[in-house]
Structure formats: C-alpha cells, structure tokens
C-alpha cells in the first residue's frame, strides 16, 4: 500500500483490522482507512484476475443482473432516475462512466438527448455491443486521455461507478476537462461514514471488495471534487431502493459474517443461489423477523441524521479550474 492516501494525499493510511470477504470469490481483503478524509482503500495487492470478481457471477447475462420481478423493479428505479436528472439539469450532452445495462441513458434518449457510455474493455461483452449507446473503451484508464474533445459535454454520471476505479482523482480531472464550464457532474456512490456502515463496515453491504477500490466518507468526497475544480451544489440522500437494502442486507450478513449476501444471491436468481451456502441462506431467512423491522427503523434514523448509505451529489465545474489556475500562474 502506498503511504498517502491516494484520494487526498495529505495523511498516510493507517493500517486498521478489518477484513472482508468477497461474497463471490470467498477472496478476504484488508481495509486501509485515511484519518484525514476519513475515506477507506481496499488492499488489491493479492488480486486475481477481473473474471474471478466480475464476469458473470457477478453481472449476470445480458437479460438481466436479477430474477425477472426485481429485474423489472431494478430497470423501473433507472428510469425513475433518469426523469430527475432530466428535470433537474435537462442536459443536450450526457457521457456516463460505465452504463451497465443502459437503463438509465436509454431513457434519456427518448428525450432527445444525445447519450454516450466510456467503459473498460473488459466489460462484458454484451455491455459493448450495445447497439442502441454510442459506447467508448479505454484499455489503461488511468494512462489514457480519454477519447473526447475539451469542453464537450454538459453532463457526465458516475452512477456508482467512481468507488470501482482503480484511479478516482484522475477520472475526475478528465471529467472537468470534458465537460462545459458551469456545466455538471453527478456523483453516486455508498458512504462509509453512514449509520449502516458504521454499524459493522466489513458485512456492510456496501463494501462489496473488492470490486470497490474506495470507499468515499460524504466529506472526503466533497474535498475530492473540490480539489478537482467543481463546485459542490447539492448532496442528497441516494436511491432509496440501495439504502434500505443496504440496511437489510448489512443486518442479515450479521448472522453469518463468512457468508455474506446471501439472500441477495436468492434475488439473483435460481443460479446465483447455488453460489452460496443454503445453511446461510437458510439463516438469513429465518431471522427476518429480527433484521426487517431492526432495518426499517435504521433506514429512517439514517434520513433523520442524513446520514445515508448512499449519497448523490451534484456538482458543476468552476468556470476557472485548479488546472487553469495552476497554468496560468
């Protein structure tokens, strides 16, 4: 690990105790946390290859990431999405940084926007055969500009992207070259600094390592954007969808901490259950009656302190940024 944090490079990582499994892999990851920002990094010194934390166990196939109800539930809560960020920004330009499914810029282009997705190469395959977005790839990310003029859009979305990057500060100073001075950023991401993660941070749902390289504290992000030349206009509450589950979930991880996400493998499907243990599914069911109630009241504590799970902000980029600044002097 290196000795600065790698977001905001002003104190050094302090070693910490906590261990994660991935719920996929069965892989443990040790935790890093900043003081100064308060931020975490995931130690991936021992990674193994993408396909053992991505590929199909963990997007599914190109009909859906869960079973056909919660499919349905999960494309509808994207285009519910994609209305506010219409009514709220009514952009003419829009780049997302990994689109996934779609949902979200398929429905803004029925408004008449002009879409367009920035993915890795190692996406699933049907991810870039997306026939109905105009989908970029970048091999290195963080060694390469990305493939856009200066000035060119008037909206990018990092809908809980940002936390996978293996380099968030660089992705951010692409997004203000790219994007139209004045213009805005939106930014969704889990926060570890939320009630439920603060609860039990490695059975929190959320953490998902090790496929979240960092995990964002609501102000270290805000200084993240800050250093990059945005100017802060809102931070709000995330999906409401995302931070009940995340609640839910974190509880019922409680009762089998070396089995995690268990009956989120049941939303997934018939195939995805036979990747967990059905003694921790088992358990996880059987103490409903416990985590449901417990976690509906942690979802309200959270909005009563604002203090959620997961955060939204939105951002615009300074007509002036740190960039400029530094070159004009």
């Known amino acids: 690990m290196s000795s600065l944090c790698p977001l905001c490079h002003q104190h050094a990582l302090k070693d910490s105790p906590v261990i994660s ?24 010194a021992n990674l193994g290859s993408p396909e053992q934390y991505y590929g199909p166990a963990y997007y599914n196939s190109a009909k859906g990431k869960f079973s056909r109800l919660f499919e349905k539930i999960f494309a509808w809560n994207h285009r519910r999405n994609a209305h506010k960020i219409y ?8 780049l997302e940084i990994g689109c996934g499914r779609a949902y979200l810029l398929k ?22 055969l997306n026939k109905e977005i105009k989908i970029s790839t970048l091999t290195e990310e963080k060694e390469r ?3 856009y003029e200066d000035n060119d859009f008037d909206l990018v979305i990092f809908w809980h992207v940002l936390e996978h990057l293996d380099d968030p500060v660089a992705a951010l100073r692409e997004t203000a070259r790219i ?10 991401v889990p926060n570890i600094t939320s009630l439920q993660a603060r609860m039990h941070i490695s059975t929190w749902f959320h953490l ?19 250093k990059q030349g945005f100017e802060i206009t809102k931070i709000e509450s995330g999906d409401s969808i995302q931070n009940l589950y995340g609640w839910l979930q974190s509880l019922a991880n409680l009762f ?74």
């Open 179 to 188: 994007l139209i001075p004045g213009q805005h950023l939106c930014v969704s």
């Open 87 to 94: 009514r709220t920004f009514h952009p003419e330009k829009v």
């Open 145 to 147: 500009q990305w493939p």
């Open 256 to 329: 089998t901490p070396k089995c995690l996400n268990s009956m989120y493998c049941l939303l997934q499907g018939i195939t995805h259950i036979k990747r967990t243990s059905i003694m921790s599914l088992g358990v996880q069911i059987l103490t409903v009656p416990f985590w449901l109630p417990v976690g509906l009241l942690g979802f309200f504590l959270e909005k009563l302190c604002d203090q959620e799970g997961v955060i939204t902000v939105y951002a615009k980029k300074s007509y002036t940024t740190n960039t400029e600044k530094q070159t004009l002097l």
């Open 208 to 226: 998902d390592v090790p496929r979240h390289c960092f995990h964002f504290s609501r102000s270290g992000l805000v200084d993240l954007l800050e």
């Open 107 to 128: 429905e803004l282009k029925k408004k008449g926007i002009e879409v367009h997705c920035l993915e890795s190469d190692e996406a699933a395959e049907w991810i870039l």
């Open 21 to 44: 499994v991935d719920y996929i892999s069965g892989h443990p990851f040790k935790l890093y946390q900043c003081i100064h920002c308060r931020s975490w990094t995931t130690d991936t």
